[in-house]
């Protein structure tokens, strides 16, 4: 049976909701399953990628095979059996396509089926979108009006070869190959992701986006983000991600790096919605991610926004290392978890510099039988004088067999900084949903009611197109969750 | 025909025996007041009604509308056009009123077929019976009912049973924690309510409240029960000598 329509049916067999559960009946190119040196000089060669990226990956390759998975995390999961993963997976023909005429139609139908046209006339205003479909980026929108301002917008596996000083000046600058196993796996075998070089004194005349989509069975999915915003300059990003859903666990591990020069600023926003697995654990995405930005220069801002619904287990700690005097690092989180989903995220915020400012705001909320940690770091070095620090962490626990944890960590080596931490824990109580229901709202849109309510401080960061989708999606992600 | 009829009604909660044996009927236009020591039974009797899942309901039935409901769920009886004012309204940390009125306003529409408001005329209506009930704009930008006063809160209930627009409309000592203004204010608020085609059961201690929304008939509850009905003076008689005439006479 086809892929397309085996799935299609189990959908439909399946009582969860997850809408994104589809998958696509393409015509791929594929690399045998499993990983060694070939592999990666293969990938490299299908990018037709110069030496020195391959150097470079060989490198990484090297490094990983002397690293160990790291197991500190509250996370539970099988062993991962790296040989037995297709690293690369991409759909036939969409090597050097021009225009949008030349895309598959199967493909567009996809990402309209997620509601994502990349049609440029029916896209969402003032979004440019770069879709990267497994392995590799199929199509990047409205290019010419960015290209105009001097801003490029393009799947990194293009920059490597278009913009070479830039992507060798800043790749691994954030996020070492050997900064964990999973960015040293990354870097071996990344695939594609976006490149964003924002010049000097440009405000980014519309949202940037990448959506990414895991389809191909058995496949990992690496991407790779870079983003650089010169000095005086601003970005907007948004990165969304669904995958199809399926019985055995899939692999994502990507790494992205945001570097802000004097005065820049680049607001990073993800709404992560990977298949979390059924009701009953089976399946779903093992998302373990390393998102890190260097505000590098004074005065500079790094933003994370993330609403995190899916996967079966989550892995992330965007953070920011703020080396400029006066830069900010922030951090907003909601992290949702249900039925048997884990989610181990947070941030870290690494004081350089004089005067820094970092804010962490984090929403868990945990349902079913999860289990939501936030871990954060706040440290801060001798030289950041007078740097501050407020982190506020709440959890909000629906039903009792769910558990929320808070491991704050808080280092302070110059007495003129100031940090503060407050962290509170409540429960969605008998008597809140019987109020609700009482007035005639049905007991889920009692808890996305009280659910959207409790991260409403994170969720107004979200660029106003996509704060509406997150609310629904939220309601979507506790269904079932009471009663 | 009743719109609501309570037939022989038991109710407990664990081993407590609560509402034993209560039968009332309610027509459309009428307004009944319940009255009864502490303990008697009324907040519970509204709780069995609205569809509290605490409760063990042995023996009886409760139409709303020719419709037994004892089997249906709160959201679906709520929609069904029954309200509940609490005696106690519930916090909602991190929901506004305004959010809050928006979501049951819309949620009650779409179960009557009519399409959702939004926008202007959405905050129109509310401001429009907010404003009869002397609630200020903030207040509905404050989350539900977190740091109300007693009154805001009495009058926060009376508010979202204006945007409802029930059949039947139970209110739980509703004159309690209010001042004599908030009385006047709620008092009027609820007379206004008054319709034809209404039903309201209103439950308290004091003929205060009653001298704003006069009563059709009084009922006397003791021990979980009715035990004796008549007109407005009974109220007047149970204010002047309390409850022991009908302890003892009965
Ligand atoms: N959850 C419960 N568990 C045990 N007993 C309960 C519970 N809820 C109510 N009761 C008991 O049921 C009886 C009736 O309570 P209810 O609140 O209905 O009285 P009431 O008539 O509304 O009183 P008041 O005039 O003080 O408001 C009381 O004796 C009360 O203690
Ligand atoms: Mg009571």
């Known amino acids: 049976m086809p892929i397309q329509e085996e799935t299609i049916e189990q959908v439909n067999l399946a009582t969860s909701k997850y809408k994104y559960g589809f998958s696509t009946d393409l015509e791929v190119d594929k690399a045998p399953k499993g990983l060694d040196e070939n592999i990666i000089r293969l990938i490299s060669s299908k990018k037709n990628e110069p030496e020195w990226m391959l150097d470079w990956r060989l490198k990484a390759f090297e490094i990983w095979k002397k690293m160990k998975e790291p197991e500190w995390a509250k996370v539970n999961y099988p062993k991962i059996d790296y040989q037995d993963i297709y690293y690369y997976s991409a759909p036939k023909n969409t090597e050097k396509l021009k225009s949008l005429d030349e895309v598959d139609p199967e493909l567009l139908k996809t990402y309209e089926k997620l509601g994502i046209p990349l049609n440029e006339q029916k896209a969402l205003a003032g979004v440019a979108v770069d879709a990267v479909f497994d392995s590799v980026s199929v199509v990047t929108t409205f290019r010419k009006q960015l290209e105009e301002k001097g801003v490029i917008f393009c799947p990194i596996s293009e920059a490597i070869k278009t913009h070479p000083e830039l992507v060798k000046k800043y790749i691994g600058s954030v996020i070492p190959r050997h900064d964990n196993y999973f960015s040293a796996l990354n870097s071996a075998v990344f695939t594609d992701g976006s490149f964003v070089y924002i010049p000097k004194g440009v405000r980014c005349p519309m949202e940037l986006s990448t959506y990414f989509r895991i389809n191909e069975k058995n496949t990992g999915q690496f991407e790779r983000t870079l983003i650089i915003a010169d000095d005086d300059s601003y970005v907007s990003y948004l990165e969304g991600c669904t995958a199809p859903q399926r019985d055995e666990n899939q692999l994502h591990a990507a790494v992205v790096e945001l570097i802000t020069h004097d005065n820049a600023e680049i607001k990073y926003s993800t709404v992560q919605n990977w298949f979390p697995g059924d009701e009953n654990g089976k399946g779903g995405i093992f998302n373990f991610v390393t998102k890190r930005g260097s505000c590098l220069g004074k005065n500079s801002k790094i933003s994370w926004t993330q609403v995190e619904t899916g996967s079966a287990v989550t892995w992330k700690y965007p953070s920011c290392i703020l080396h400029g005097d006066n830069s900010v690092g922030e951090f907003y989180s909601v992290a949702i978890t249900n039925n048997f989903q884990q989610a181990d995220t947070g941030t870290k915020m690494i004081h350089l510099g004089k005067n820094t400012k970092s804010t962490i705001i984090s929403k868990g909320i945990s349902a079913g039988k999860s289990q939501n940690t936030y871990r954060g770091k706040v440290l801060m070095q001798p030289g950041a004088k007078n740097a501050r620090n407020f982190t506020q962490c709440d959890s909000l626990l629906i039903g009792d067999k769910c558990g929320a944890h808070t491991i704050p960590y808080i280092t302070s080596k110059n007495p003129s900084a100031n940090i503060e931490h407050e962290a509170t824990t409540s429960k969605i109580s008998e008597d809140q949903l019987f109020y609700c229901l009482s007035r005639g709202l049905s007991e889920e849109e009692a808890v996305s009611l009280i659910v959207n309510g409790f991260c409403k401080e994170v969720m107004k960061e979200l660029p106003m197109e996509f704060s509406v989708e997150a609310q629904k999606l939220i309601g979507i992600s506790l269904e079932g969750s009471v009663g | ?250």
């Open chain 2, 1 to 250: 025909m009743s719109l609501l009829k309570i037939e022989d009604l038991y109710a407990s909660i664990g081993d407590e025996k609560i509402l034993n044996g209560l039968s009332l009927q309610i027509n459309a236009g009428e307004t009944h007041a319940i009255m009864g020591p502490n303990g008697s039974g009324k907040s519970t009797l509204s709780y069995v009604l609205s569809g509290r899942e605490d409760y063990d309901v042995s023996k009886g039935s409760v139409f709303l509308d020719s419709k037994e409901i004892l089997d249906i769920e709160a959201d679906e009886r709520s929609r069904l056009g029954l309200f509940l004012a609490f005696q106690y309204p519930i916090e909602l940390p991190g929901v506004t009123g305004m959010t809050f009125l928006r979501t049951i306003i819309n949620s009650s529409r779409v179960a009557k077929n009519l399409p959702e408001l939004e926008g202007i005329e959405l905050v129109k209506l509310i401001r429009e019976k907010a404003a009869e009930l002397e609630i200020s704009q903030d207040m509905l930008k404050r989350f539900v009912n977190v740091g109300f006063s007693g009154g805001e809160k009495k009058r926060f209930e009376i508010l979202q049973m204006a945007l409802l627009d029930p059949k039947i409309a139970v209110l739980d000592e509703t004159d309690s924690g209010l001042d004599v203004d908030a009385l006047r204010i709620v008092g009027k608020g609820v007379t206004n309510l008054k319709s034809k085609d209404r039903g309201m059961l209103v439950i308290t201690h004091y003929q205060r409240l009653l001298d704003h929304i006069i009563p059709d008939f009084v009922h006397i509850m003791v021990k979980g029960k009715i035990i004796q009905s008549g007109g407005p003076d009974l109220a007047k008689l149970v204010e002047k000598e309390g409850y022991k005439s009908f302890l003892n006479g009965n």
